[in-house]
């Protein structure tokens, strides 16, 4: 008895999840964004360097805050190496609660127009006053470190966030490294799956050994019975949450960063190896608060700071929840 070829159609793979509380910007960051609200962009996209070899920006514009927060972009704020921008979990809320208190300065490594496009999607507040992006007054494919003396700010209060070690090594003291924010791709195609994919659309069957019996059917042969693998936990990345908390209570304590870093709960002290081959200390700071670290700020300013980020609906869902337990004390103390 003759057969009928069974075209088997493969399942495309699964587009790995982003890591959990990051946020898509743009489908492509490197083509131009939105075409309205030109005035808006434009204000979005203003911050630039001044390419002095000793001042790469400008001087504070009005009353100057005390600190100065530098914020590398790739791979510790944002993601786009494959063309959709990512934005770290917290990234916004960051911004929003130390805008009083620091000036924010992008220092990244990337070119002016990718710079740019990127300044365009997470300066929604005109919270980051100043870029710079690579030129030669202080990138080379030898050296990129960050120095921060080059801003022309009391570097006693300049902290500087990276996911290098080997760009805060001029000031080690003053930096903070975190851990990479990556966002997976589509595993590449493997070439049988090509193949049976262009065998599927052209409705050819599967190449087989010349033989005259047709394959046996895929429902009478017996397939091994496969547990379902239980996937894996996702948890939310609390890298930026937790810088946010190192940064008001720096701005609390009116320390200076050094002397503040070397005492703070929240960082681990590491050593690591520099492309130089020299060592550079460094203050890492983890995804999740580390096991048994207490708070860096006080109960009480805690209090006062969260308060500050309760939106409409929560502080009227916290009334209500105050109002029926007073009702039902009063109710209590009747009976």
Not at 50 to 63: E, F, H, I, T, Y
Not at 96 to 124: C, H, M, P
């Amino acid at each position: 008895m003759s057969g009928t070829p069974v075209t088997f159609t493969p399942t495309p793979p699964l587009l790995p999840h982003p890591p959990k509380g990051c946020v898509l910007l743009r489908e492509n960051v490197y083509e131009a964004g939105r075409p309205h609200d030109v005035d808006e962009v434009r204000v979005r996209r203003k911050p630039t360097m001044s390419r002095q070899k000793n001042q790469l920006v400008d001087p504070p514009a009005g009353a100057s805050k005390k600190y100065t927060l530098v914020l590398d972009l790739d791979e510790t704020v944002v993601y786009a190496r494959n063309g959709p921008l990512y934005a770290r979990a917290y990234l916004r809320d960051l911004l929003r609660s130390i805008k009083d208190e620091f000036e924010v300065i992008v220092w990244t490594a990337g070119e002016r127009e990718y710079a740019k496009n990127i300044l365009e999607e997470i300066n929604q507040d005109h919270i980051i006053q100043h870029l710079i992006y690579r030129h030669k007054t202080w990138f080379s494919s030898e050296d990129y470190t960050k120095d921060l003396k080059k801003l022309g700010r009391n570097i006693d209060y300049v902290i500087i966030v990276e996911n290098t070690p080997d760009c805060v090594r001029a000031n080690p003291q003053n930096g903070i490294i975190v851990e990479d924010f990556e966002v997976p791709s589509t595993p590449p195609v493997t070439s049988q799956e090509k193949e049976a994919t262009t065998q599927a659309v052209e409705g050819t069957p599967p190449a087989s050994p010349s033989t005259s019996t047709p394959p046996p059917s895929p429902l009478l042969t017996p397939t091994p019975s496969i547990s379902p693998t239980k996937p894996k936990r996702q948890f939310t990345d609390r890298t930026l949450l937790l810088l946010q908390e190192v940064l008001l209570a720096l701005a609390e304590s009116g320390e200076t960063v050094p002397g503040f870093l070397a005492k703070c709960p929240l960082l681990t002290q590491h050593e690591v190896l520099g492309s130089n081959g020299q060592s550079i200390p460094t203050y890492y700071l983890g995804k999740r608060r580390k096991r048994g670290a207490p708070p860096t700020l006080p109960p009480q300013k805690r209090v006062v700071r969260d308060n500050l980020f309760l939106d409409g609906a929560a502080e009227k869902e916290g009334t209500r929840n105050r109002r029926i337990r007073l009702e039902k004390g009063a109710l209590e103390d009747k009976a």
